[in-house]
């Protein structure tokens, strides 16, 4: 059947309707969509501010390192030294009296200690195990052996010859201190030399270096506010507080600079997704352990651990990924 001029006429007005109908619709839709996305955008506050002002959050962990220096200044002005040393690092008596008949009082005999002997510097702690007593430890420095169990006897009454004393001189915990602090820079820098042999870059490197830094001077400062006394597990606690800090800073460094799939903030957000999952598994390791144990030993390293990972958090992932992002820019790459 032919179609008629008028009938052709008509089929083409409809086809010219319809492509108008469809070319209305869509500026619609991708004004619908920008719309959500600008609000997708829009809604997202925290990874706005993380984004686009990296700068001005770098402030937060400049500003944690200068008060812990202020912190760690206070210390050796009251002190005359940058932290609060045990008897095992600066030399004194340590006494340990056995629980025999009944529980001893430890906060109260620390109290009696320090108003006795007023001019030397004592510590108090229970010797415990799965939660039952088994002794006291004193740990005593500027004051005579005799002096000590006179006024220790006067306080829990007389423990005979039931106890042990060790006197460490002053010179012996100095040169012990020397080493230890030896042995913790000399680790710092060999880690130093690695990470500048693998990235043989300048700036992402002493990123690395500097985020270790301030892990351990904030955990310095905090311990000081706490009135720690730092042992010799202290100091070996800094030592493994380097290699927690420097593996999460590894795997920032190594994911922005060394991998080219995807942009810049998806390759960085990829790498706090395993570091704070490594972070928080340790933190949450470390929490238990410090509660359940009873040993002052592991109480101090894992306090030390403790605050070093959460120094971390802020110091790899503000700081570090400041650093990096300003130094790709310099070097034209925003991607």
Do not use: C
Not at 81 to 95: C, E, H, Q, R, W
Not at 116 to 124: I, P
Not at 169 to 194: C, E, H, N, R, T
């Amino acid at each position: 059947m032919v179609k008629s001029r008028r009938d052709r006429r008509l089929e083409r007005l409809q086809k010219k309707s319809m492509l108008s109908f469809s070319e209305s619709k869509k500026p619609e839709s991708s004004t619908q969509s920008d719309i959500s996305m600008k609000s997708k955008k829009k809604g997202n506050f925290f990874s706005r501010i993380y984004e686009d002002h990296y700068k001005k959050l770098v402030l937060i962990p400049m500003l944690l390192l200068l008060l812990s220096f202020v912190v760690i200044g206070f210390n050796i002005a009251e002190t005359g030294d940058f932290m609060n040393k045990a008897v095992s690092l600066k030399g004194g008596i340590t006494l340990t009296i056995p629980t025999i008949t009944q529980e001893i009082d430890f906060k109260a005999l620390e109290s009696n200690l320090k108003s006795d002997l007023s001019k030397g510097d004592l510590s108090v702690r229970e010797l415990s195990e799965f939660g039952v007593q088994k002794g006291v430890i004193i740990e005593a420095s500027g004051v005579e052996e005799d002096e000590l169990l006179a006024s220790t006897k006067k306080a829990v009454g007389d423990f005979g010859d039931s106890y042990s004393l060790e006197n460490l001189g002053p010179s012996l915990g100095a040169s012990f201190f020397k080493q230890m602090m030896f042995a913790v820079i000399l680790a710092f820098i060999f880690m130093g030399i690695v990470v500048f042999l693998y990235f043989k870059t300048f700036v992402p490197s002493v990123a690395v270096m500097l985020a270790a830094f301030s892990n351990i001077v904030i955990a310095l400062a905090v311990t000081d506010l706490l009135g720690m006394k730092i042992s010799a597990a202290g100091i070996a606690a800094f030592l493994m507080l380097i290699g927690y800090s420097v593996d999460t800073d590894i795997l920032l460094t190594t994911r922005v600079l060394k991998r080219k799939e995807g942009t810049l903030m998806e390759r960085i957000y990829g790498a706090m997704k395993t570091g704070l999952t490594m972070n928080i598994t340790t933190i949450v390791a470390v929490t238990i352990a410090l509660i359940v144990t009873n040993s002052d030993v592991i109480a101090q390293i894992m306090t030390i651990i403790l605050i070093g990972l959460m120094a971390d958090i802020v110091n790899t992932w503000i700081q570090n990924v400041a650093i990096l992002r300003y130094y790709l820019e310099k070097k034209g790459i925003k991607e």
